[in-house]
Nanobody
Framework: QVHVVESGGGLVQPGGSLRLSCLASGSIFSTYDMNWYRQVPGKQREWIALISYTGSTNYANSVKGRFTLVRDNAKNIMYLQMNSLKPEDTAVYYC????????WGQGTQVTVSS
């Protein structure tokens, strides 16, 4: 069964940093563009970053310059480095394929608060 597992969230103060991980199983990762999303309760899931299977990246304006996405295709894993975190970054963060998404994981909670 193919799936993704997000991890690395937690509680951090404004201005702090976190690194999220997305581990993908099976053959769902290395030849696919991958996205990160986030969701706040009561709101739609929001796209925040994409990394192509070759490593090119694109970011939402809300995170551009603060978040960096990298991937290791050999290990079926990608990392979202989040710096200069703001309270408005508080959300559950998810990863998935950009096209033909697999079943969603449970996500990882990021809380930015003093």
């Amino acid at each position: 069964q193919v799936h993704v597992v997000e991890s690395g969230g937690g509680l951090v103060q404004p201005g702090g940093s976190l690194r999220l991980s997305c581990l993908a199983s099976g053959s769902i990762f290395s030849t696919y563009d991958m996205n990160w999303y986030r969701q706040v309760p009561g709101k739609q899931r929001e796209w925040i970053a994409l990394i192509s299977y070759t490593g090119s990246t694109n970011y939402a304006n809300s995170v551009k310059g603060r978040f960096t996405l990298v991937r290791d295709n050999a290990k079926n894993i990608m990392y979202l480095q989040m710096n200069s975190l703001k309270p408005e970054d508080t959300a559950v963060y998810y990863c998935n394929r950009a096209i033909n998404p697999v079943p969603w994981g449970q996500g990882t909670q990021v809380t930015v608060s003093s």
